[in-house]
């Protein structure tokens, strides 16, 4: 759930598809977390503490990157499949 993140343009090696990649990312659990760490913090300061260093990790953290296609993970950005192409590599 990386805040800023944005969808590249991508090029998969493994099925040929070009076009932006899919964003994994933690989905549910942080959901779930948050709505159970806020009450309890009313209840004992020391899960405060938890919840800042976890909301920082969820939104600092960086996520998959899949192929829409394939769910494939190694994926190239378009602009360097393209260049390697011209290059003849």
């Keep these: 759930m990386a805040l800023f993140s944005t969808r590249r343009k991508v090029h998969c090696p493994q099925c040929g ?43 600092l953290r960086a996520p998959h990157r899949l192929c829409a296609v394939c769910g494939w993970e190694n994926l190239v950005p378009l602009k360097q499949w393209h260049r390697l192409q011209k290059e003849g590599c």
């Design 17 to 59: 598809h070009d076009g932006r990649e899919k964003l994994r990312g933690t989905g549910g659990w942080f959901k779930f977390f948050w709505l159970l760490s806020i009450p309890a913090g009313v209840l004992f300061f020391v899960i405060w503490l938890f919840t800042i260093v976890g909301f920082l990790w969820m939104v």
